[in-house]
């Protein structure tokens, strides 16, 4: 039977379970799955090395976990309710069943293109039925899928294709998000003047626009889909083979390509999904995430796709026709389980309450949140205003890396806190550490976050760089997992993640390096050098505060700072653009030639009375001019 945790008492229980012997634990999860040939060997490898295996030796499809066993007993649910964009135009349900028959057809589809096991495709798509469709078909003919978020720029694309060298693109004519039209096949077609590994490419229309055809390279969708048959065998893949490879910035160089694994991730999916929110058989489940990021991958298609639920694949933005579609599509669909980030919570709050008023949510039983704290009067007006004072909020706090939900209360049993993301999953074992690498015991006290443990969905590499994942994760705390953020444990034992310690920004819930950031700026011809940090921001979390050397002072800043956004737009993407420049004459440096990133930030934060010892800077004069200064 699956593991589905209904108390506090119980989750106690299997808590202490989990840890006295954690290998039987996700064992008994991973049992409840269909296995074409079961492990040889549960769990091997550790930190210490990066060699971390999850049932070693197991056969199986993991599409056939989330379509195939579904069909006999809820094969006629629906499995997604697409709602587009624009609330008039065009929407539908698909069942189990018919998701089935689509991800058979274009497995058959991808196979005759020459797509392998083991190929790398990528996925650069609007959230539509058949975003998911590519990911599934891919997953069920052991190829292995990078989605790449629709608002990433032609360079960003190019750079995370070559990276894993796709055989193959499928993407969109275009797509509307909001009032916006992005012209998805256009960025296309120039970042694949980079990418020659790319000898097919699959267009699904969406916006009827004009494009340009590349003859012999690409193929419509609806043309190739319309002769597949719908007859398809999965492809038998090991526990241990890739499923996918997600892009994500960390805290130098370009983002890297984080990979998952079929056996580790499915069952994690699935066993944090159930217990996290306690979905039911009638429950319409919506998760407001993009695809394009691990909230998507994990719980909009697998997670909830393993356990049979019905979800909601929403094509639009927060804002648009107005502030109250969150609200419309609550009422439309009686949605019972919502899952955001805090940052549209927030988003939303400034807007007039008639906007939420005007809508029954009734329907809605749980709540979620995800990606970045959430401060504690977006928490009450969430709970207040959209949940009723009735439905359990569950913070929950992982990661790319994570693979699944690891800090979380799960709905309804564990005693929730306003901006506290509770207590570990059972299986999950947090540690804070001081600054001498040591675990730091007992409550009320703060440090830095660790895993002590390895669990199924732990990321196993960073694609083509295994020296980066062992850098990253497992070298600042030999025999610990690092999860690159600071964190409170109060005195009852509850977690509080405060934020990032290292150089990567939180804004609006998506993770950017400085670095990144930075080099897009450093092409500026204008710029000498440049040094970006994060300051508060009511409605982002964190802003993107840019200070900059200029070869010569522009006259006009504001004029400038245009340049500046045109040009991260173009390298990164418009969710880079800084919100504040600063032209400065210098950057604090320390002797060593090391930006003192504390002072900025500080500076940022209007915080700079309080500056702390300055006496190791090169220039400690520099210091008063960047104080002095204006931001734009
Ligand atoms: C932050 C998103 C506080 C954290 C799933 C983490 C959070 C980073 C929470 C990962 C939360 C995520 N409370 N902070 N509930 N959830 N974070 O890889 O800093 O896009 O390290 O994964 O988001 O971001 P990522």
Known sequence: MWLNIKSFEEYNQIYNQSETDRLKFWEHEAGTFYWRKSWDNVHSGGFEKGDIKWFEGGK????????????????????????????????????????????????????????????????????????????????????????????????????????????????????????????????????????????????????????????GRDEWWHMLIRNASKVHKAVEMDAEDPLFILYTSGSTGKPKGVLHTCGGYMVYTSYTFRNVFQVSEEDVYWCTADAGWITGHSYIIYGPLFNGATGVIFEGVPNYPDAGRFWEVVEKYRITHFYTAPTAIRALMSYDIKYVQKYDLSSLKVLGTVGEPINEEAWHWYNDHIGGGRCPIVDTWWQTETGGIMISPLAGITPTKPGFATLPLPGIFPVLMDENGKEIQGNGVSGNLCLKYPWPGIARTVWGDHERYLKTYMTSYKGYYFTGDGCRRDPEGYYRITGRVDDVLNVSGHRLGTAEIENAINEHPNIVESAVVGYPHDIKGQGIYAFMICENDPNDPVAFKKEIHNLVTKIIGPIAKPDLIQIAPGLPKTRSGKIMRRILRKVAAKEAEDMGDVSTLLDPAVVEEIKGGKAY
Not at 100 to 128: P, W
């Open 60 to 215: 199986l499809n993991i599409t056939e976990n989330a379509l195939d066993r579904h069909l006999n007993t809820i094969g006629n649910k629906t499995a997604f309710i697409f709602e587009p964009n624009h609330p008039d135009s065009f929407r539908r349900t698909i069942t189990y069943r018919q998701l089935y028959d689509d991800v058979c057809r274009f497995s058959n589809v991808l196979q005759e293109k020459g797509i392998q096991k083991g190929d790398r495709v990528c996925i650069y798509m609007a959230m539509t039925p058949e975003l998911i469709i590519s990911a599934l078909a891919c997953a069920r003919i052991g190829a292995v899928h990078s989605i790449v978020f629709a608002g990433f720029s032609a360079q960003s694309l190019a750079e995370r294709i070559q990276d894993c060298d796709a055989k193959m693109l499928i993407t969109n004519d275009g797509l509307r998000r909001g009032d916006k039209h992005v012209p998805l096949k256009d960025i296309s077609d120039e970042a694949l003047k980079s990418c020659p590994t790319v000898k097919n490419v699959i267009v699904c229309q969406r916006t009827n626009r004009d494009i340009d055809w590349v003859e």
